[in-house]
């Protein structure tokens, strides 16, 4: 059984920052590709960015020089750094983990930009 578990999110005032942290835990190995999406009302989830085990990673547009992903291997746990933060970014976001060709993911955690 694998599960990853979010935290982090929050209410935020424009151009504030959040992080956001997910830990995996249960049967663990060999990580691939980890990354986070998330949902706004009425919207289909999209991707945010990704990081393989190896460092490399990849941003969706509209969040490129914002946010900042980041893993710890040892710890089988990503992160998410959210700076100036928009209104445009409030939604639930979700961490998503590819190991052993299967995909998992979180439960979502809120985040809420507004003044």
């Known amino acids: 059984q694998v599960r990853l578990v979010e935290s982090g999110g929050g209410l935020v005032q424009p151009g504030g920052s959040l992080r956001l942290s997910c830990a995996a835990s249960?049967?663990?190995?060999?990580?691939?590709?980890m990354g986070w999406y998330r949902q706004a009302p009425g919207k289909q989830r999209e991707l945010v960015a990704t990081i393989t085990s190896g460092g490399s990673t990849s941003w969706s547009d509209s969040v490129k020089g914002r946010f900042t992903i980041s893993r710890d291997n040892a710890k089988n746990t990503v992160y998410l750094q959210m700076n100036s933060l928009k209104p445009e970014d409030t939604a639930v976001y979700y961490c998503c983990m590819f190991m052993r060709g299967s995909n998992y993911w979180g439960q979502g955690t809120q985040v809420t930009v507004s003044s």
């Open positions: 249960g049967s663990i190995f060999s990580i691939g590709v």
